[in-house]
T-cell receptor
Framework: NAGVTQTPKFRILKIGQSMTLQCAQD?????MYWYRQDPGMGLKLIYY???????DKGEVPNGYNVSRSTTEDFPLRLELAAPSQTSVYFC????????????FGPGTRLTVT | QQQVKQSPQSLIVQKGGISIINCAYE??????FPWYQQFPGKGPALLIA?????SEKKEGRFTISFNKSAKQFSLHIMDSQPGDSATYFC????????????????FGTGTRLTIIP
């Protein structure tokens, strides 16, 4: 199994541009998450999904959108990129609501200039 | 209150020494306390976890100590090795209050551990 995969690994965006961060998992997990990691701030939850077609906001959803059309994929959309969105983005998945273990992808480092 | 406070921010330990990272929480609704290890350029990975009805859990050189009354828990790494150099995150899981929801992890701010020869 590849686990959780993310593309791209790195990206530089200009202010106002848009992009989609891709995330896929091949473990048949129902739950998927998007986090951002900023230095000294830990991991903050952006959006999560409990299954195909069901998503909800996390702690820091402003400026982002998600969709979940399949169990495997959970893309994160950035509209009108701002410098405050410069961060490392991690996608994660877990089996079900009783699982405390989340499996993380390798991350996408995004710089907005 | 969802916050999990972690200290220190960075830690340097000599090879063979004991590394200790501390976390504190306020929300008594947290029901599980995992620790994640993150190497540079990688995503976090689960290291060890403990339930609040247990005071200590040990897996190899890694031990979690849990003090429910003080709302504190800590990670101890015995005989620390250079390969343990990584960033460590404590976390706490809150059981969802609705059937629709799911558990979310609240992460501490991380501790960058460096083991020197």
């Amino acid at each position: 199994n590849a686990g959780v995969t993310q593309t791209p690994k790195f990206r530089i965006l200009k202010i106002g541009q848009s992009m989609t961060l891709q995330c896929a998992q091949d473990m048949n997990h129902n739950y998927m998450y998007w986090y951002r990691q900023d230095p000294g701030m830990g991991l903050k939850l952006i959006y999560y999904s409990v299954g195909a077609g069901i998503t909800d906001k996390g702690e820091v959803p402003n400026g982002y959108n998600v969709s979940r059309s399949t169990t495997e994929d959970f893309p994160l959309r950035l509209e009108l990129a701002a410098p405050s969105q410069t961060s490392v983005y991690f996608c994660a998945s877990s089996w079900d609501r009783d699982s405390y273990e989340q499996y993380f992808g390798p991350g996408t480092r995004l710089t907005v200039t | 209150q969802q916050q999990v406070k972690q200290s220190p921010q960075s830690l340097i330990v000599q090879k063979g020494g004991i590394s200790i990272i501390n976390c504190a929480y306020e929300n008594t609704a947290f029901d599980y306390f995992p620790w994640y290890q993150q190497f540079p350029g990688k995503g976090p990975a689960l290291l060890i976890a403990i339930r609040p009805d247990v005071s200590e859990k040990k897996e190899g050189r890694f031990t979690i100590s849990f003090n429910k009354s003080a709302k504190q828990f800590s990670l101890h790494i015995m005989d620390s090795q250079p390969g343990d150099s990584a960033t460590y995150f404590c976390a706490a899981r809150r059981w969802a209050v609705s059937n629709f929801g799911n558990e979310k992890l609240t992460f501490g701010t991380g501790t960058r551990l460096t083991i020197i020869p």
